[in-house]
Structures are given as C-alpha cells and as structure tokens.
C-alpha cells in the first residue's frame, strides 16, 4: 500500500511538474508574441545603425546600443568583455566585367572576400579558367593556370533538403580557393556568390591565405550566381575571353571592441552558467539582420522574458554578443579562454546563428544520457510546431565553450531562404517577418527555461557544493 | 523452420518495399528540387496573367494556358469542365478618409470586399461605433448603430502557432458583418484586414449578405492594419468623427468559365480516382501567387513529376484547377456533383491552399483506419523535415468530394507568413521562393505516389471486380 502511494505521489509529481512546464511555456510563447522586444531592437540594429563589420564604427555603435538596451533590463551585471578584432575594409566600389574581344565588354556584379587583397590599382585582366573546386584545381598543373584568373564554379547543390549542408560543400571554394590558386601561380579568384537562388547579388564571406607568402596572395572576389552563369556560358562559347576585375579592399592593424554580455546571477546554483548569444557583428553589403542580428536580438529577449513572466533562475543566465564571428572568431575564442581562465562551469551554450527564420527546432552537441533528457521534453514543444532535435553542430561561437560534460545547441530554424540573403546586400529587416523572429525567441527561451530549472544531467557542481 | 523462412522472407519484402519506396521518394525530391516546372509556370500565371478574379479575362486567359501547358505535358486526357461563375467587379479606386473636424481630413488605405454592394456615388459619410467582433454589435440596440458606420477591429490572435486559426476566429466580421449590421441599419461596415502584421494594405475577401433584402444592404470594405489602428485610436480621442469612403464595386450577371482538368489513367485500377488541385481563381488585388497559384502549379507538377521519374501510377490522377474558390466555391461544387453523377470512386483528394512556403505536413480528413495507414509512412518523410500529420481540414475545393471512406488531404505548409499577403496588393510572385514551392511539389507528389501504389484502407472497387 506504502508503495502504491508512493507511485502515485511520484505519477501526481510528474504530471503536475509536466502540467506547470507546459502552462510556463505557454506563457513564455503569449509574451514572445505578444510584447516581443527582438523586432524592435532589431529595427533599430538594422535601420539605425547597418551592416557592422568588425572594427567599424557600426559594430562599436552596436555594443553601445545592445549594451545600454541590456542595462535598461535591469539584469544584475552587465558589462564589455574587450577583445582586439581584425579591420578589413572594402574600399570603394569593386568593378568587373568579361571581355569577350577588346572593348566589347560586358558588366558584371562582384564583391570583395572579407580578408582578401586588393587588386593593383589598375585592375587585373587576364583569361579565365574555370574549375568544379579545389580538387579539379590542384590535379592540373602550373602551367594550365599560371598567369589566370582562377574561377570557381561549383554551385550549391538543391537536392540536400538542409541548405547548410549545401553551403558546406561548396565553401571551401571561396575560403581556400585563392589560397591554392596562389600556389599554381594564378592573379586573381573568382567564386560562384553561396546561394541557391539564380539572382544578380554577390555574396561576401571570409576567405584565408593561410600561411602562403606575400608574393602569392592573390585577389578574389564572389561574383553573383547569374553573372556566374553568364561567365561560364561564355567561357564554354570562347575560352580566350578575358575577365577584369578591380577591388580596393585592406587589411588594417586590429583594433579593439567587446563582446557584450549582460546576466540574471542564478539563486541556486549560481556557479551553474547557461549561456544564450548571437553574434553582433556582421558582414557590410547588408544590413546583418538574419546574420546575425535576429540572433542577437532573440537572444536579448530571453532574459527580457524571464524576468517579464516572473521566472526567477536557479542557475546564472547570460546573454552574450560575441564580436568578429564573420571574419576571426575572436570574441568567442576570448570569452572561452575568460571562461576557462576563471574556471566557470558552462553547462549548456545555445547560439542561434542561422537566421530570423520559422524555427523547427535545435541541434545538440552533447553525450548520450544529456541528449536522452531533452528528448524527453521534445513533446512539450509539439504545439509550437518544433520538431527537430537532433544530434548535430550547435553554432561558431559557442563552439568554444565545449567541455567534456556539458551541452552546446544551435536553434534550427528553417534553412530554405537564409542564403538568399547570407552575406549580401540583401540581408536586411524587411526579411526579417516579426512572428517568425519572435517564435525563435520563445522557443529558446522555453529551452533554457528547461535547463535552467533542471539542470544537465550528471553535472550539478554547486548542487554537489552545497551537500 | 518453414515459419521462420516465412517470416525472414515477409520482413525482407517490407524492408525492400521499404526503401524502394525512401528511393522513389528521393528520386521525387531530386526531379523536383532539379527539374521542377512549378516556379516557371507559376511566373507565367503571375506575371503574364495576374490578379485571377472569377469571371475576369484573366481568369479565362489562365483557363487557357493551364490548359495547354498540361496538353503538353502528354497526359493522357485533358478537358475543361463547364461551370458558371459570379462576377464582382471592383470598379475604380475605392477612397477613404477619416475627419476629425470639417474639411480636416486623413486618408486611410481600404478596398471594397468582395460581393459588397457599391456606395453611393458620393459616398457615404457617418460616425463610426467600434466593436470586436458580431457578438457585441448583435447585444446593441438599434438606436446605437443606425446611421452609422460599423468598424468591426477584432485582431487576429497573435497568440496562435496556426495563424489559420487566428483567421478562423476572425474572418466572421468580414464574412458577415455586412449582413449583421444591415438589420440594425447601419449604413457602412469597416472590417480590420484579416492580417497579423501592422502595415498599410488592405486585405479583400468575400463577404455575404444571406437572403437579406436589397434595401438592408449596406457596403462593406477592409481597412489596413495600420488605418484600423489609427482610426480606433482617433475614436478614443473622440467618438464624434467622421468616416467618409466611396466605392463602386458591382455584382454583375453569372458568367461560363471552366475547372481545367488533366489526368493520368491507372493502369491497374483506373476507376480510382486520386485528384490533387489548387484553385485558379484568385482576388484581383495582387497576382494571386500564393493564394492560389502555388497550389495550382504545385498539382500540376504532380503529374508532370509521375511523368518525368517514369512512375506509372495503377490508379487514375488527376489534376483539378477548380475555378471561383474564393467567391463562391462553384467549380469545386460543379466538379463533386459530376464526379457523383457519373459514379466516380475518388478515393483521395488532396489540396495545396495555404500558400507556396516550406511544407510541414498534411491535414487529413478520413477514418481512423486510413489516418493509421498514412502515419505508417511518417518515417519516409523524416528526411524531408515533414512533420505534421494530423487530423484536421483539408481544403475548400475538395470538401465537397467528402464520402463515407475516402480520404481529403490539405498540404500544410508554415502559416508564419500566409496573412501578410493573403488577398493583398502583396501576394505577388516574389514573395515566392522557388525551393519552398518546389519542396512542396515534392511532398505532394510522394503522398500521392504511396497512396497510389497501396490504395487506401478497405476500398479496392476495382480490385473487388477484378476478384
């Protein structure tokens, strides 16, 4: 009878703890989408103040403005983690077009590769030689590509549903391509722009020389997917058409900015962090709205809803805007390093970075028996349509926090149009749809309320303190 | 051992039938993701032809080229079938203001919706009495109403995950509140736009007056978002204002148009009819790409997709264009009482009309038996992020093809977005983006595909008589 009672009592437990879960949640979605702050803070990150490549003056506004909208919350601290981050700048107006024979040319739309050389101040000119990727590149030999512009044309494959998955295939391209084509003793790069939809924009990105010598460093562009086309049609017609292309871009000396960080002090297990963040800078063409300020406003939003529905945390919540994620990752890798240096327990990093879009779910970067007790709340987000929980990367900046014990996430929202957008002029708020953007919010925010009220599994160092 | 030689041999043909089906599956996928004709077609009907009206000449002018890109598609029958359509025309540019005082004048966005009677040449100007929704005018008495102009401004619920539940809780205002405040003697009826987005478009639609006399009915237009806040926060200030709008919208005679039809013969068992369709009719405000020229070139990519992938459906498919949809549901109506004069089996009917955006799943409308044999192929649509499958509507044009075993179906496609174009200037084609059509293209086609090669649950009439 002892036993029947308590299994019924342990049943009731359950039950009225599920039952508390899903009202809390409920509650999180009605203010998400009802006194949402992301969409404003958004309009103004992306209306006021713009693109906010790292080192400009945009991205500099931007810590201000994030960090005073943080203060005005009301969180317990607030402040700016400072960080040296790489300036490069684009210059004026880059300029290209195809010559098909002398003055007959044809115009077409290319952008400088964040961290790529400039061409000489009167362009460069020469033949083409187009190639699937750097495979194809590097099983020709010097002679085939010494004195040419090197064009890479693998597009983005349709067929894989997830869109990172096509942009993972291709980006090598863009990143290294210049790298191996200085190598063979090619003057220039040209990359097919990472976008899944045939349009006139070109889409910017980082790009690495790694180690090659000064002498080797060539220039490269991104040039959009129908001038690519266009490119390749005219090559297949002529191959002794020639292509110039002239860009002013510099690499500068570092320079300093911060992360911005702002946190509720948990009151339990305040040694217990869970950290929420996006990424404040941006690439310059747009205004940075799906990347990466949609992450960076939701992420904001999910300490604004704690404390708007009443949720005190037993574990400390943070919210961080890493710098320089686009083009060094040095925000992150300093706040790691911090972290480290002071021996903070980051039990779980949620990042979202993939876009102001419909959420579907997350992906976790985590053990097995972690991984079991999220999929164990995965039906308290059926009404909200989330439904993707899945093994899997979780996102750039909170990748360096991973700990042999702890859980990193990425929010998984839907990936059909983000790269229609990524990296170019067109990454702006009118993209941006407010319930999408706000349904992001609340899915986060319902997660961490999950983490935060139950811990991870097998970690609970102040928990341990305490007994 | 003869058992478990039975047994190895059973799981063997449903594990190879298994992934046959994962292979043609993906083979769809690929065709239409690679290949697809649904964003060409759907720019010729948006661009070429636009806004859809019944009885317009653009409704006829798509009549004509659906029907001859279907031709062409070497199906192996292709018709149009008759059916007469009301015919509302919008007139001239409807006007509107708001004054606070005489000659003091703001000018608001609306649009006459769709069946409304005209004002009068000089339009009509009256004070105005808000309320949320029928329920609070119908507890008025008709001292407090007559004369004056209804403004029904219940928001949709933002709350809602489904936004077409926020439109089903609101959409009654539009539909009838013409109607309602007619018999108190209203004189004019101002409906907020069925919209969650605050911005400066009206949204049309149909509205009815039922069998109320002529004398009792009274315009009905929609006002925009940003207007029906505007004037509601105008008439907090001061009741007394005026509203002035003038429209001359007219209901003209019936007039002949067409369903546009194509098929596929079965070749096992061709009196079971599998009909998928969108409808071709739309509102005259935008070029009706998503509501509903998405679904309709998504049905025809069906067939085009069984085709292409040399899939040799056993049953009959067809592709059904339903005209006038949207205001008055007649070919839909004409194409069910054919099919039941003639004694056609349709044994599944399937309806894209909620927009060209990423597909999630699938509402059906069918017996327990059938909704188990359908979530039986859940785990073949887990690659392609489809999740939804539920009970629930499927769609307005194949309603009326509901019988006592069949199985309706509604492609169910994210709703984020849907009302922020639905019935305006904006629903045009590129707020389309090629891969959400294509992805549901493919969806559709892979149900279709499963439910032509299993049938559905205790209904086999062909093979009844072949037995």
Chains 1, 2 share one sequence.
Request: hydrophobic share 35%.
């Amino acid at each position: 009878m002892k036993k029947i009672i308590c299994l019924l009592t342990l049943l009731l437990t359950i039950s009225v703890t599920a039952q508390s879960d899903a009202e809390n949640i409920k509650k999180i979605y009605n203010s998400a989408l009802l006194n949402g702050k992301s969409y404003e803070w958004l309009d103004h990150l992306s209306n006021q103040i713009g693109g906010r490549l790292s080192g400009s003056l945009n991205a500099e506004r931007a810590v201000l403005y994030t960090k005073e909208e943080l203060e005005n919350l009301g969180l317990d601290k607030v402040w700016l983690q400072p960080v040296m981050v790489p300036k490069w700048v684009r210059g004026t107006p880059e300029f290209a077009f195809i010559e098909t024979s002398p003055g007959e040319t044809t115009s077409v739309n290319i952008c400088a590769l964040g961290g790529s050389m400039p061409t000489p101040l009167e362009g460069i000119k020469a033949n083409l030689i187009e190639v699937k990727g750097i495979d194809e590149l590097k099983a020709m030999d010097r002679a085939s590509v010494e004195g040419k512009i090197v064009f890479f044309n693998r597009p983005m494959d349709p067929t894989l549903i997830n869109t990172f998955q096509a942009y993972g295939g291709c980006v090598d391209q863009r990143y290294s391509g210049a790298m191996e084509a200085g190598k063979l003793g090619a003057v220039g790069v040209i990359v097919r722009s990472m976008n899944l939809r045939l349009d006139d924009l070109p889409h910017t990105g980082s790009m690495s020389y790694g180690d090659l010598p000064l002498s080797q460093r060539i220039p490269s562009a991104a040039i959009s997917t129908n001038d690519a086309e266009l490119l390749s049609g005219m090559l297949a017609l002529d191959k002794n058409i020639k292509f110039y292309f002239k860009q002013n871009c510099r690499q500068l000396n570092d320079v300093q900015s911060y992360n911005v960080i702002g946190e509720i002090t948990g009151s339990e297990f305040p040694r217990e962090i869970i950290t929420v963040g996006g990424h404040l800078d941006s690439w310059d063409l747009g205004d940075g709205s799906h990347d990466d300020g949609a992450g960076c406003v939701q992420s904001m939003d999910v300490l604004r809803l704690f404390k708007e529905n009443g949720i005190k945390p037993k574990r400390t919540l943070r919210v961080v805007l890493f710098m320089n994620e686009e083009n060094g990752l040095r925000g992150a890798t300093k706040y790691a390093a911090v972290a480290k240096e002071r021996g903070e327990n980051h039990i779980f990093a949620l990042e979202s970075d993939s876009g102001g879009f419909t959420p579907r779910g997350f992906s976790f970067d985590c053990s097995d028996s972690n991984f079991q007790q999220i999929l164990s709340w995965k039906p308290l987000f059926k009404p909200y349509l989330l439904h993707y929980f899945e093994r899997g990367g979780s996102g750039a900046d909170v990748g360096p926090l991973k700990g042999s014990n702890n859980v990193l996430a990425g929010l998984r929202p839907d990936s059909q149009r983000y790269f229609d957008h990524h990296h170019a002029a067109n990454d702006t708020f009118d993209a941006v749809n407010k319930r999408e953007l706000e349904l992001g919010t609340a899915a986060m925010t319902s997660l961490v309320y999950l983490i935060d009220k139950y811990g991870i599994n097998n970690i609970n160092t102040d928990q341990k303190l305490k007994d």
